[in-house]
């Protein structure tokens, strides 16, 4: 009788520690789950951050053979923009340099424009302004969104108890988008 409650009492022990390591797998699963859809998350708004610049990009061609017509322009400018059309790394810091190379192109093309009065008012450059300038829209949104979504997940990996699980899988904190200052004028 006596081996009887002593087995049931190890069986006791047991059970609750199965049901103790079931229950902290469980907690260990959901939260990894929920790191994992924030970090998702953030590379999905950081990759159509990349998009819209992408899209940005390939109205230049458009708008260099529009100056071409007017100005002969410098070969290099054509060169610099295909390198950053075949440039398909979505990573923060490289999409950030194409967004900054960018401005920096239409920064020029856009001073270029200032001394041909009859180019400003030409339909087809209205046109790509117009493009451009959504592009440019597309860009701030998505810029926002990846924003809130590294907010999320810095936030997530800051607290308990999805801290100790980013801890153990050695997950950092993502950088914000941050875009320098742009003087680009495409009010005609």
């Known amino acids: 009788m006596r081996n009887s409650k002593l087995f049931t009492k190890n069986n006791n022990k047991i059970i ?27 590379n999905e708004k950081l990759s ?20 071409n017509k007017y100005t002969k322009h410098e070969k290099d400018l054509l060169v610099e923009i295909t390198n950053l059309r075949s440039n398909n790394k979505t990573n923060f ?20 424009v200032e001394n041909y009065p009859n180019l400003k008012s030409s339909e087809q450059f209205l046109q790509l302004s117009s493009q451009i300038e959504g592009s440019e829209n597309r860009i701030n949104i998505t810029r926002m ?24 899988l050695k997950l950092k904190k993502k950088d914000y988008f941050k875009s320098e200052k742009q003087n680009i004028d495409l009010d005609i």
């Open 16 to 42: 609750y520690l199965i049901i103790g390591v079931i229950l902290l797998a469980s907690v260990f699963t959901i939260y990894f789950n929920k790191l994992v859809t924030a970090d998702e998350n953030v």
């Open 48 to 67: 159509q951050i990349d998009s819209n610049i992408q899209r940005k990009i390939d109205l230049l061609p458009n708008l260099v053979k529009l100056l």
């Open 93 to 112: 810091n490289t999409i950030n340099e194409k967004q900054l190379k960018t401005n920096k192109i239409f920064t020029n093309l856009y001073a270029t």
């Open 145 to 168: 969104s990846y924003n809130k979504s590294v907010k999320k997940y810095n936030s997530l990996i800051k607290k308990i108890p999805t801290n100790i699980i980013a801890n153990i």
